[in-house]
């Protein structure tokens, strides 16, 4: 990405433009506050958090306060994280060459001092986006000291410095994102001694390295992510280094279906059609397994989940519209099948729960439905259906049956008009969208037990 080209390229055209140093605490307060009092949305693609999650992050960073976000698998912590880009200047300047990343009006390190002595007005300026300010790590067993605070670098050595020379250090990823944010993914997972490396930073705004210390009043905000149980299982966020995050903020799963369907919508990659009505049941299908007693809870239920679903039923119909010759290609009720199936390896039982895996998610699954049905087909009377399919008009569907032959086996039922209205379905949509519809009253049917539903062999047969 390029700059523009009228900005500054000195620190004396820099200092005449009034481009005064700004640490970044401030310079995200004051860009937090600009898009709040204009109107504007601070967190795009952020869904679920406007009245919990993201008031209290707001408050943090309105405080200057480094953050750690806590909350269970897939609830969207490290995308928030990402968003705080946004609230970055587009563009800042830096010494061009430097390797820290520093102002040129206010460098830090001794090889950017020494230049802007040197240079003075002439000290040459380059420009940074804003993309290029955060530094993300996932936290691992093996991560060292120096990848996140910097070592002594051999090679200088070896060109003839000394060994307590500060400009022999190789910096780490924090230094290397001075004037910017860090973000620390699953920080419970870094070794305790690794964790000790942070203390100076957060506090005494310096760094250690190799038993001296090197005055660097770094500018940084240190951002970071833990799930509850690894303060407990897999690791823990050492006392002192959580009593130096400011702020602790709880995340949590969407609170509504409406969110939900949201998120799976904003989220997942479809390869073919799937309804308003199939992206609910697979919301609430995720809301029951959250709730449900054979599922371990303290791994949580990604909201990863519900988007690879709604993405396997997509696929299913894609699959369908291939061997049928149907198009467009669009999700019915029979896909839903795919997704116990192909889904089971994401979830963690209870252990009690060994060989009962399928069962459990096809009965939620079905309650899911049966819930969805009620929502949106609640007041239409399906007894014209019931009767027709009780009468000898036998439905069959599968995943290789095409929607025409879904429509072809009932008669012209006026019924089925007001259903496909209440499922967002026009008459004049093509026979794979208005047979989704009708397959979604058969299923409702058959989960209200009016009418029978035999399965074999990849079909169904809706009958008396």
Do not use: C
Not at 112 to 121: H, I, K, N, Y
Not at 229 to 257: C, M, Q, S, W
Not at 382 to 397: E, I, K, Y
């Amino acid at each position: 990405m390029t700059a523009p080209e009228n900005l500054p390229t000195t620190a004396g055209e820099l200092r005449a433009a009034g481009y005064l140093p700004r640490s970044v605490k401030s310079e995200l307060r004051e860009n937090l506050l600009a898009l709040l009092s204009s109107g504007g949305d601070p967190w795009p693609g952020i869904v679920g958090f406007d009245r919990t999650v993201l008031p209290q992050l707001e408050r943090a960073l309105l405080a200057g306060h480094d953050v750690v976000l806590l909350g269970e698998r897939g609830q969207g912590k490290t995308r928030l994280l990402r968003t705080l880009i946004g609230l970055l200047d587009e563009w800042t300047p830096v010494i061009a060459g430097a390797e820290l990343g520093e102002h040129p009006l206010e460098p830090i390190s001794p090889a950017g001092r020494r230049l802007a002595a040197e240079l003075g007005d002439d000290l040459p300026v380059t420009w940074r986006h804003r993309a290029e300010r955060y530094a993300e790590k996932l936290a691992t067993p093996d991560t060292s000291v120096g990848d996140l605070i910097g070592d002594v670098d051999p090679v200088k050595v070896a060109e003839g410095r000394s060994l307590g020379d500060p400009e022999t250090i190789h910096f780490g990823l924090v230094p290397r994102a001075h004037r910017g944010i860090v973000a620390v993914n699953e920080l419970p997972d870094l070794a305790e001694r690794i964790q000790v490396a942070l203390l100076n930073v957060m506090e005494e705004r310096d760094i250690q390295v190799r038993g001296y210390t090197l005055r660097l009043p770094l500018d940084v905000l240190l951002v970071a992510t833990a799930n509850p149980e690894d303060y407990t299982n897999r690791g823990r966020i050492i006392t002192p280094l959580k009593d130096r995050f400011g702020a602790e903020i709880r995340t949590h799963y969407p609170l509504d279906v409406e969110s939900e369907v949201d998120l799976v919508r904003q989220e997942a990659e479809l390869v073919a059609e799937v309804g308003d009505p199939l992206i609910e049941v697979l919301a609430r299908f995720v809301r029951q397994l959250r709730e449900s007693p054979a599922i371990d809870q303290r791994s949580g239920v990604s909201a990863r989940f519900a988007v690879a679903a709604a993405e396997t039923v997509a696929a299913a119909a894609l699959r369908r519209s291939a061997i049928t010759g149907e198009s467009p290609a669009v999700a019915r009720p029979v896909d839903l099948e795919s997704v116990p199936a192909v889904l089971r390896g994401k979830l963690e039982f209870e252990s009690g729960e060994e060989g009962r895996e399928q069962e459990h998610l096809t009965h939620l699954m079905r309650r899911a439905f049966s819930e969805t049905a009620r929502a949106r087909l609640g007041g239409v009377n399906l007894r014209p259906l019931a009767s027709a399919v009780g009468d000898g008009n036998l439905v069959t569907t599968g995943e290789r049956v095409p929607g025409k032959d879904v429509l072809s086996a009932l008669p012209e039922l006026p019924v089925l008009h007001e259903v496909a209205e209440r499922l967002g379905v026009e008459p004049t949509d093509p026979p794979t969208r208005i047979a989704a519809a009708v397959e979604f009253a058969l299923e409702a049917l058959f989960l209200a037990r009016q009418v029978a539903k035999d399965t074999d062999d990849g079909l169904a047969v809706y009958g008396a």
